[in-house]
């Protein structure tokens, strides 16, 4: 049998085609044979090209550094996706001036061990590997790399300095390289996950048959990235609470947000109140995040005994502890209009958890069980509240949406996919596909930037090396300044 490598002459590779050196097996052979598809000496149509980017995040508390690569048939392999998240200890919360020391300490480092997993050059030795592909080749610790084709980095929203942090470094690896800037906005990279992850899925069941791939020069088995445009994503993060209908690349329409603080937030809050102190420590007061401790102190086990609320009225019904207290659903008394589809409010649930507590010192862990259940209860219908809204409107116009997704950090608790899974079947909409990315991908992270670099690179975007960042940059195209491409600082190429 011929060794597999010998599979690079149909892709054009010049010089003698052997396994990398030892010193150089950063990864398994099979890997290896496939990240060598990513320089195909003459691709037919550039949009046909396999592509290779490294990507940087750091608009918040996280330095994110990933890279990733996307095959002609659609699938993708992530090489590296590595965070680091600033110490936030003593501040509660973000401290913008402490994350962007965090930021300055960790970006070159990170990229340095980035580049050790570039994917190796076909040829064996430097020289000739440098020889035969001058503009495609970096050497990292003496081994032939394959450059990244462009370098994606978050331009906004978030915190100016911190994403001024990582926009200032891609620019100058992309000058140093040579290659294209693809500055992306952070909030379609969330939109945009689900597509990465099926694109990894794809690629990590290819790798099982990766010979035949190598081997095979047409592109039958190609994939559009999916799910298909359009489709409903629930962002609900520590920053952000939003329902963004994408319809295309570059339009995502927000069809409900926040008005006042955001999802995680208000569960950190409520958490930090709500749970015993015993249970108050470890990693989350570390982090500020308490959402995870939260969940698990509500439901220790996954055993939730819920029954979704078959009608609006169930939705806003207010709950009665029997124990002296009640809840009161969020924006109960809005109606159904669209000033109420489009708003979620998680400031008067929380003000109210907060003053009951306080009142209360002497609740004991069952009390305050209970309390955390129904927090969560009332804070997650009132998420897939709006999410109905939304699917109503769409039938009326015609339009059945297939898929929701649900993402960012909070999207992690399995209550919240319990109860939009039910209330989906509830009210007639069993056939919808939920989606939820993995939590790695739903937080922060580089690779999701990574992937939205490659998708408008696809389409031709690249960004001027002049570009600033934007702290608000919204993804709508028709709020004020335009969406993504509203922002100046792209250009297009031919495709
Ligand atoms: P992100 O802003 O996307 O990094 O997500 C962080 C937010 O998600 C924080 O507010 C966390 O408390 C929240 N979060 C993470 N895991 C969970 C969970 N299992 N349940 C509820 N909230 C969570
Ligand atoms: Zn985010």
Same mark, same amino acid.
């Given at each position: 049998?011929?060794?597999?490598?010998?599979?690079?002459?149909?892709?054009?590779?010049?010089?003698?085609?052997?396994?990398?050196?030892?010193?150089?097996?950063?990864?398994?052979?099979?890997?290896?044979?496939?990240?060598?598809?990513?320089?195909?000496?003459?691709?037919?149509?550039?949009?046909?090209?396999?592509?290779?980017?490294?990507?940087?995040?750091?608009?918040?508390?996280?330095?994110?550094?990933?890279?990733?690569?996307?095959?002609?048939?659609?699938?993708?392999?992530?090489?590296? @996706?590595? *965070?680091?998240?600033?110490? @936030?200890?003593?501040?509660?919360?973000?401290?913008?001036?402490?994350?962007?020391?965090?930021?300055?300490?960790?970006?070159?480092?990170?990229?340095?061990?980035?580049?050790?997993?570039?994917?190796?050059?076909?040829?064996?030795?430097?020289?000739?590997?440098?020889?035969?592909?001058?503009?495609?080749?970096?050497?990292?610790?003496?081994?032939?790399?394959?450059?990244?084709?462009?370098?994606?980095?978050?331009?906004?929203?978030?915190?100016?300095?911190?994403?001024?942090?990582?926009?200032?470094?891609? *620019?100058?690896?992309?000058?140093?390289?040579?290659?294209?800037?693809?500055?992306?906005?952070?909030? +379609?990279?969330?939109?945009?996950?689900?597509?990465?992850?099926?694109?990894?899925?794809?690629?990590?069941?290819?790798?099982?048959?990766?010979?035949?791939?190598?081997?095979?020069?047409?592109?039958?088995?190609?994939?559009?990235?999916?799910?298909?445009?359009?489709?409903?994503?629930?962002?609900?993060?520590?920053?952000?609470?939003?329902?963004?209908?994408? +319809?295309?690349?570059?339009?995502?329409?927000?069809?409900?947000?926040?008005?006042?603080?955001?999802?995680?937030?208000?569960?950190?809050?409520?958490?930090?109140?709500?749970?015993?102190?015993?249970?108050?420590?470890?990693?989350?007061?570390?982090?500020?995040?308490?959402?995870?401790?939260?969940?698990?102190?509500?439901?220790?086990?996954?055993?939730?005994?819920?029954?979704?609320?078959?009608?609006?009225?169930?939705?806003?019904?207010?709950?009665?502890?029997?124990?002296?207290?009640?809840?009161?659903?969020?924006?109960?008394?809005?109606?159904?209009?669209?000033?109420?589809?489009?708003?979620?409010?998680?400031?008067?649930?929380?003000?109210?958890?907060?003053?009951?507590?306080?009142?209360?010192?002497?609740?004991?862990?069952?009390?305050?069980?209970?309390?955390?259940?129904?927090?969560?209860?009332?804070?997650?219908?009132?998420?897939?509240?709006?999410?109905?809204?939304?699917?109503?409107?769409?039938?009326?116009?015609?339009?059945?949406?297939?898929?929701?997704?649900?993402?960012?950090?909070?999207?992690? @608790? *399995?209550?919240?996919?319990?109860?939009?899974?039910?209330?989906?079947?509830?009210?007639?909409?069993?056939?919808? +596909?939920?989606?939820?990315?993995?939590?790695?991908?739903?937080?922060?992270?580089?690779?999701?930037?990574?992937?939205?670099?490659?998708?408008?690179?696809? +389409?031709?975007?690249?960004?001027?090396?002049?570009?600033?960042?934007?702290?608000?940059?919204?993804?709508?195209?028709?709020?004020?300044?335009?969406?993504?491409?509203?922002?100046?600082?792209?250009?297009?190429?031919?495709?």
């Amino acid at each position: 049998m011929r060794p597999p490598w010998m599979a690079l002459r149909r892709h054009g590779f010049r010089g003698s085609l052997s396994p990398p050196s030892p010193s150089c097996t950063a990864r398994p052979f099979l890997p290896w044979v496939h990240m060598t598809r990513l320089v195909p000496r003459i691709a037919s149509r550039q949009s046909r090209r396999p592509l290779l980017t490294l990507a940087i995040e750091s608009s918040c508390d996280d330095t994110c550094v990933a890279v990733l690569d996307k095959a002609q048939s659609g699938s993708a392999l992530l090489h590296f @996706n590595d *965070k680091i998240t600033s110490d @936030n200890r003593s501040f509660r919360g973000v401290h913008p001036l402490n994350a962007v020391v965090s930021h300055t300490n960790h970006l070159a480092p990170l990229i340095q061990k980035a580049l050790r997993s570039l994917p190796l050059a076909p040829e064996n030795d430097v020289s000739e590997a440098a020889a035969n592909n001058p503009n495609r080749i970096l050497v990292v610790d003496g081994c032939a790399r394959i450059k990244p084709d462009f370098v994606s980095v978050t331009r906004g929203p978030g915190m100016a300095s911190n994403l001024a942090t990582g926009l200032n470094t891609a *620019k100058g690896l992309a000058v140093a390289w040579d290659v294209p800037l693809l500055a992306v906005n952070h909030m +379609q990279a969330h939109a945009l996950t689900p597509r990465l992850v099926n694109a990894l899925d794809l690629g990590r069941r290819k790798q099982d048959t990766i010979a035949p791939q190598v081997a095979s020069s047409n592109n039958s088995d190609d994939h559009a990235p999916l799910p298909e445009f359009p489709f409903l994503s629930l962002l609900v993060s520590g920053g952000h609470t939003m329902l963004v209908r994408s +319809q295309s690349l570059n339009d995502h329409a927000i069809l409900a947000t926040s008005l006042n603080i955001a999802v995680g937030d208000m569960i950190d809050k409520c958490a930090r109140m709500v749970l015993p102190p015993h249970v108050l420590s470890g990693d989350a007061s570390t982090s500020g995040m308490y959402g995870p401790l939260f969940e698990k102190f509500a439901f220790p086990e996954p055993n939730y005994n819920y029954v979704a609320p078959t009608r609006r009225a169930d939705e806003i019904a207010v709950f009665d502890s029997g124990l002296g207290w009640t809840l009161t659903p969020p924006l109960a008394l809005m109606g159904q209009g669209p000033e109420a589809a489009s708003t979620y409010d998680f400031s008067g649930l929380n003000g109210h958890v907060q003053k009951l507590v306080a009142a209360r010192p002497e609740m004991d862990v069952d009390e305050r069980r209970l309390l955390a259940r129904e927090v969560l209860r009332l804070t997650f219908e009132h998420l897939v509240s709006r999410v109905l809204f939304a699917l109503r409107d769409s039938e009326k116009a015609g339009e059945r949406v297939k898929t929701i997704v649900l993402s960012g950090g909070v999207a992690s @608790n *399995k209550f919240l996919r319990h109860v939009v899974r039910a209330m989906l079947d509830a009210r007639g909409f069993g056939d919808i +596909q939920l989606v939820a990315p993995p939590v790695s991908l739903c937080t922060d992270n580089a690779a999701m930037i990574a992937w939205t670099g490659i998708e408008m690179y696809e +389409q031709g975007w690249r960004s001027e090396l002049d570009v600033l960042v934007s702290r608000k940059w919204p993804l709508d195209p028709r709020a004020e300044g335009g969406g993504i491409l509203g922002l100046p600082g792209w250009y297009r190429v031919e495709s």
